[in-house]
């Protein structure tokens, strides 16, 4: 992989481009993608988003997302525009199974491929340019910085600000997560001097929820958590059964684990849902417990220091009894 400086020079040339993230896209993944979309239009190439799946209703404001292709729903479209295009960038994930069914099409793919992102572990192999900064608060950030970069600079606009301003409000629990640096208050303020109205933004994506959702957390935390104080864990499991009672959506249960942390004392959150084809986990911790580390050791995931994900194929019952097994092993680092 060739770092991304040296794709700068190739902008300036009008080419086919796609844009991909993971699979059920949260904030970071659709505001990066539509922010390099609408910066990508701007120098005038022809650009095309594709998501791998479908995402929450609280995404759907946001400009430029009714041009996107969601992958489950319109393969054939997909297929061969992916085959037809020169460029593929990938947003907000390093490996390309995080893009579910389009694991094997975006790895067949002869086109030039351009990675920016912030998890652990890249699969640099895989890309011809990139960049990845484990360290960075998001990839909204990291798209900031290559506009900025890029020798376009100018172009920057409030539409590329909306969408930019989202992914770094959502991944840094509204500026508050330690990777919130000096940098990213600057790309905020350089947002706002565009005329970005933040509010609008802030209310879209967190107030824009319908009674059930939030019935649905009251009901969770009275009757599915679980706080073990010996390890300073706190735990959460979602049944297939709740889901439908209370007609829980893509997105509905984001934000859930957080909940979990606010205990005092509590430094490990995990939460387990019981979805179709697998049981999801979320993980969080508060301070030195590495839960991308945990989450690839026990349960087939990854993501960041303080924040991961993981799946199992086994029952809920079977899953959560695992979790309560294997976090034996972390006492002495959970205390
Ligand atoms: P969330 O709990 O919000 O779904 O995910 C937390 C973080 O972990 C996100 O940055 C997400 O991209 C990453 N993540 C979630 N699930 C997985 C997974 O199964 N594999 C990997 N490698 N990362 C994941
Ligand atoms: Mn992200």
């Not at 999801?280 to 690839?296: H, L, P």
Request: glycine letters at 6%; proline letters at 2%; aromatic letters at 12%.
């Amino acid at each position: 992989m060739q770092d991304i400086s040296q794709f700068y020079p190739l902008l300036n040339t009008p080419k086919k481009a796609v844009i991909t993230m993971h699979q059920k896209p949260d904030g970071d993944a659709m505001g990066s993608a539509l922010g390099l979309y609408h910066f990508l239009v701007a120098l005038g190439h022809e650009v095309q988003v594709i998501s791998p799946t479908n995402w929450a209703d609280f995404l759907d404001w946001m400009p430029g997302v009714k041009t996107l292709i969601d992958y489950e729903r319109n393969r054939e479209k997909a297929l061969k525009i992916i085959e037809a295009t020169d460029w593929l960038f990938c947003l907000d994930f390093n490996v390309l199974h995080r893009t579910k069914h389009m694991e094997k099409p975006l790895t067949e793919a002869k086109c030039v491929k351009i990675l920016i992102d912030h998890h652990e572990q890249p699969q640099v192999a895989a890309f011809d340019y990139g960049i990845s900064i484990t360290s960075k608060s998001s990839t909204c950030e990291m798209v900031y910085d290559f506009i900025m970069a890029s020798g376009h600079a100018q172009l920057l606009d409030t539409t590329m600000a909306q969408c930019l301003y989202t992914g770094l409000m959502t991944d840094t629990g509204s500026f508050r997560f330690p990777a919130t640096t000096a940098s990213v208050h600057r790309a905020i303020a350089h947002f706002k001097d565009l005329g970005l109205d933040h509010r609008q933004i802030h209310e879209e994506i967190y107030d824009n929820f319908l009674e059930s959702r939030l019935r649905f957390i009251g009901y969770a935390l009275l009757n599915r958590m679980e706080v073990v104080y010996e390890y300073n864990t706190a735990i959460m499991y979602i049944t297939h059964a709740d889901l439908h009672k209370f007609d829980i959506k893509t997105g509905d249960t984001e934000g859930l684990v957080n909940y979990l942390l606010t205990i005092k004392g509590i430094r490990f959150g995990a939460i387990c849902i019981d979805r179709d084809e697998e049981r999801k986990w979320s993980f969080r911790s508060k301070g030195g417990f590495d839960v991308n580390t945990f989450a690839r050791k026990h349960f087939e995931g990854g993501g960041h220091f303080n924040a991961s994900g993981g799946r199992s194929s086994d029952s809920l019952e079977n899953t959560v009894l695992k979790f309560k097994q294997v976090i034996k092993e972390y006492q002495n680092q959970l205390q």
